[in-house]
């Protein structure tokens, strides 16, 4: 059990990571430089869900891990940085 639910976080950490990157390198640019939106709309919205998800589950694999309070924070502010998800990923998923 504990085994696949850190598989399916590495899957979300992973995915979170890329959607953020494409949020921040692509869909933003395109809407502030060249007015176009749409991106920032279907990128935006699944980078919130998998961001979302991201959160529920370093909590749920923290307390599956016994991960301590400091290390269930630095997973969860990995969140909000561009690499950061790739960072908690190899740090505190061995």
Known sequence: MTLSLIRIFRWVSTLE???FLLLLGIAMPLK???DMPQA???IGMAHGVLFV???IL???VGEKLN???KTLLIVMFCSVLPFGPF???R???K
Request: glycine residues 0%; hydrophobic residues 60%.
């Open 58 to 60: 370093a909590f749920y």
């Open 67 to 69: 991960w301590s309070l």
């Open 87 to 89: 960072y908690a990923e």
């Open 53 to 55: 998800l991201y959160l």
């Open 40 to 42: 920032v709309s279907v």
């Open 17 to 19: 990571a890329i959607s």
């Open 91 to 93: 740090k505190y998923l």
């Open 32 to 34: 502030y430089i060249w």
